[in-house]
């Protein structure tokens, strides 16, 4: 079921991530969070992908959020277990996922959903697609960093707006608030993916190393684990050192190490 609902393709350089639940509008399970995290680690380790697109099945959402019917019986603690803080850990994997990440909204986004399209680093969205955070009406709050992640991306003003007013944001005004890169041009079905398409085939084609890295430094520059940021590339520059050659050379041959400084 897993792989039904969270479905990956990887063509060469660019892998395509399709949550697959038109039925029920492609809302959250404990299950899809699962596959979402496999699906991570799997790019992670794919060195050969450059881009990611992700994406949703059907014509009217992108994602609507968790599905309400695998949380409402929770107890209060299983729900800060096994929802609330799970969902943070997925979410945060793919916002921090090496490659850039595209997210091609085919239809609306809305609680959890918004909150994985803004864990993306560009966002892309058919005309139609609607926006919002509407759990307030349901006596809950955003739970997956609509409250964190949002404001940083378009300040405390817009994101109170979706958060207390539960109103829906049209695309255009998604555009205008910053939420999105851009909207599609045709209200044609399936041209969010295909403009994501075009985009990352022109992302393919620069250097992926020198992508990775600004997109490290920028999430860095916005607190998105910036202490890790820096300890790669430390540790990645230590690495090049004649000093780093010397020090495996040396514990290997079991003798004092002569380091340099170079």
């Not at 921090?96 to 595209?102: A, E, H, S």
């Not at 084609?205 to 992508?211: D, G, M, N």
Request: hydrophobic content about 45%; charged content about 20%.
């Amino acid at each position: 079921m897993a792989d039904e609902w969270v479905q990956t393709a990887i063509d060469g350089a660019l892998a395509t991530v399709t949550l697959n639940r038109p039925d029920k509008l492609n809302t959250l399970t404990p299950v899809m969070l699962d596959a979402l995290e496999n699906a991570a680690r799997r790019l992670e380790a794919e060195r050969d992908v450059r881009v990611v697109i992700l994406t949703g099945a059907g014509e009217r959402a992108f994602c609507a959020g968790a599905d309400i019917h695998a949380w409402a019986a929770l107890q209060p603690l299983d729900m800060w277990r096994r929802w609330v803080r799970r969902g943070h850990q997925v979410f945060d994997q793919w916002a921090r996922l090496r490659q850039p990440v595209i997210a091609a909204l085919n239809g609306h986004a809305f609680g959890g959903g918004l909150e994985l399209a803004i864990a993306c680093d560009l966002r892309i969205a058919d005309q139609a697609a609607q926006f919002a955070l509407p759990e307030a009406r349901i006596a809950t709050c955003p739970g997956w960093s609509g409250t964190q992640r949002l404001v940083r991306l378009i300040g405390p003003s817009a994101a109170k707006y979706l958060a207390l007013s539960g109103q829906r944001l049209d695309s255009a005004g998604a555009l205008r608030c910053g939420l999105l890169h851009e909207v599609t041009t045709t209200a044609a079905k399936g041209a969010a993916l295909e403009r994501a398409q075009q985009l990352a085939q022109q992302m393919c084609e620069q250097a992926p190393v020198s992508l990775q890295l600004a997109k490290q430094l920028i999430n860095a520059a916005a607190d998105e684990d910036a202490a890790a940021c820096m300890e790669a590339m430390a540790g990645a520059l230590a690495a090049f050192t004649d000093d780093a050659k010397e020090g495996v050379s040396s514990f290997r041959d079991k003798r004092p190490p002569h380091y340099t400084g170079r």
